[in-house]
């Protein structure tokens, strides 16, 4: 699972600005919705996914891989296989077990430009709406008993990243992400179903300090020293 793929999974849980939105003309049904959906989740004190990740080439070969989402305000742990990623909101860290490594950075700031990286960070998929895109809405149907509002995301600046379209769908009786999907420049694409959502539960801010959990024999390279 590669950096950019972490990068590419965290802005759609946490809230909505309309900042952009004064910039570009978007669409206010699909507006409507996410203002929905931020005002549901803003109102939520931590947050607990499980979610399945589905990649196909244009050549249709599929990867699949199972993952694990924890968020509390700003902090966050990811869980995949052999990975793990952990901000507490001071510092992140990155463990690859297959390396036997972890490396560990200062958290970035909001309005850090420095450390903006290509694609989209994991632990923001439930705001990945938040700024960067326009929006349109595209269609609203019944799957598996589910009515789902599916909302169209353009990048602002497609040079910017790998992907040309980002399809949000929504749960509309619960106001919550169902799944979210990539379509990619190079005809691949890249399905994040959310299998469990759990709100509001105790978290130990332990929890997002790696090196508040036993890793034997890992070694850390800690960047901030330098």
Not at 67 to 95: F, R
Not at 123 to 128: P, R
Not at 189 to 199: A, D, G, N, P, Q
């Amino acid at each position: 699972m590669s950096n950019k793929l972490i990068i590419t999974l965290i802005a759609v849980l946490i809230g909505y600005s309309s900042t952009y939105a004064q910039k570009e003309a978007l669409d206010p049904k699909a507006k409507a919705v996410l203002d929905d959906l931020s005002a549901k989740t803003k109102a939520l004190k931590t947050i607990k996914s499980t979610f399945t990740i589905t990649t196909e080439t244009k050549d249709k070969k599929k990867d699949f891989q199972d993952g694990t989402l924890i968020i509390k305000g700003a902090k966050y742990k990811v869980s995949l296989k052999g990975q793990e990623y952990y901000n507490n909101g001071t510092y992140i860290w990155n463990y690859v077990a297959s390396a036997k490594e972890t490396t560990k950075d200062f958290a970035p700031k909001p309005d850090d430009k420095t450390k903006k990286k290509k694609g989209i960070d994991i632990s923001k998929m439930f705001t990945i709406y938040e700024e960067g895109y326009k929006y349109k809405f595209d269609k609203e149907e019944v799957v598996d008993g589910l009515t789902i509002q599916t909302i169209n995301l353009y990048p602002l600046i497609p040079q910017d990243q790998d992907f040309h379209t980002i399809k949000l769908m929504i749960d509309k009786n619960k106001k919550q992400i169902q799944s979210v999907k990539f379509l990619n420049k190079d005809g691949s694409t890249r399905l994040i179903v959310l299998t469990s959502f759990v709100s509001d539960g105790a978290m130990a801010d332990d929890l997002f300090n790696y090196e508040a959990t036993p890793h034997p024999g890992i070694h850390l390279e800690d960047m901030t020293k330098d």
